[in-house]
């Protein structure tokens, strides 16, 4: 099993570009979340999906917007990309969404010039 | 809403020596605290977790004990070793948990001398 695969694992862009990052499980897992990681600041979730056909915000949703394709894809998009932006992005999946441990993808490089 | 802090940011030890890290919350309805360990350009993997009935769990020679009273939870790892080297996320769920939120501390970077 692949578990997670998050596609790019690197992009560059710049201002104002618009991007699509995709994130599959084959794990049959109900729940999907994107997350950003910045130097010093952890992960911080920006959309969560619970179950397939539902998405919610999290902490840091401003600039973003995020597509529950089907239970197994779950992709965020950046419409008018900013240098700010500039990131690690991490999906994870888990089985449902209380005390379920979560699997995380190898993370797409985001750079935006 | 939960806040997650978590010192220190850098722990240095001999091989062999014992090494803790500390994580606060905010919110005491929280219930779900994993760990999570991070390796150099890495994704971010469980290594273990725990429920707010349990006081204590242990996995070889990793643990974490919870004090709910103070809102406060730790991981310890004994016998370091130099694959131990990585960096350490705790993590706390908002709320009761049901929602799959995790709020993450901002990491502690740990290095195994040998």
């Known amino acids: 099993n692949a578990g997670v695969t998050q596609t790019p694992k690197f992009q560059v862009l710049k201002t104002g570009q618009s991007m699509t990052l995709q994130c599959a499980q084959d794990?049959?897992?109900?729940?999907m979340y994107w997350y950003r990681q910045d130097p010093g600041m952890g992960l911080r979730l920006i959309y969560y999906?619970?179950?397939?056909?539902?998405?919610d915000k999290g902490e840091v949703p401003n600039g973003y917007n995020v597509s529950r394709l089907n239970k197994r894809e779950f992709s965020l998009r950046l419409e008018s990309a900013a240098p700010s932006q500039t990131s690690v992005y991490f999906c994870?999946?888990?089985?449902?969404?209380?005390?379920?441990?979560?699997?995380f993808g190898d993370g797409t490089r985001l750079s935006i010039l | 809403g939960e806040n997650v802090e978590q010192h220190p940011s850098t722990l240095s030890v001999q091989e062999g020596d014992s090494a803790v890290i500390k994580c606060t919350y905010s919110?005491?309805?929280?219930?779900?605290f994993p760990w999570y360990k991070q390796e150099l350009g890495k994704r971010p993997q469980l290594i273990i977790d725990?429920?707010?009935?349990?006081g204590e769990k242990k996995d070889q020679r990793i643990a974490v004990t919870l004090n709910k009273t103070a809102k406060h939870f730790s991981l310890h790892i004994t016998e370091t070793q130099p694959e131990d080297s990585a960096v350490y996320f705790c993590?706390?769920?908002?709320?009761?948990?049901?929602?799959?939120?995790?709020?993450f501390g901002q990491g502690t970077t740990l290095q195994v001398k040998p």
């Open positions: 999906s619970a179950s397939e056909g539902t998405t």
């Open positions: 919110d005491s309805a929280s219930n779900y």
């Open positions: 725990i429920r707010s009935n349990v």
């Open positions: 794990m049959n897992h109900n729940s």
């Open positions: 993590a706390a769920a908002q709320g009761s948990g049901n929602t799959g939120k995790l709020i």
């Open positions: 994870a999946s888990s089985v449902g969404t209380a005390h379920q441990p979560q699997h």
